[in-house]
C-alpha cells in the first residue's frame, strides 16, 4: 500500500510487530507463537538459543498475549 506516495505497511499485524518487538531486552527476540507454528523458523530459533514463554498485555488491545522470548546464544 502506499501513503503520501511511499510504500508503507500498516494494520494490526504491523501494530502487533511494533509493540512484541519493543519487549526485547537485548541479545533476545521476543516472537509471538503464531511465528513459531512455522516448523523452519521453530527450528533456527531453537539453534540459535533458549526459547522462553512468557505472557504480556500490549498497548491497545484488551488481551494478554502468549509470547515467546529467544535468548540468543544460550541453546548454541
Not at 506516495?5 to 500498516?10: I, S
Not at 499485524?13 to 507454528?37: C, K, P, Q, Y
Amino acid at each position: 500500500m502506499t501513503l503520501n506516495n511511499r510504500l508503507d505497511y500498516f494494520g494490526v499485524t504491523v501494530n502487533i510487530a511494533s509493540r512484541v518487538s519493543r519487549l526485547a531486552r537485548g541479545d533476545d527476540v521476543v516472537l509471538t507463537e503464531e511465528m513459531l507454528l512455522d516448523r523452519e523458523a521453530r527450528a533456527e530459533a531453537v539453534r540459535r538459543g533458549e526459547i522462553e514463554p512468557f505472557e504480556s498485555e500490549l498497548r491497545g488491545y484488551d488481551r494478554r498475549f502468549h509470547l515467546q522470548r529467544l535468548v540468543l546464544g544460550r541453546g548454541v
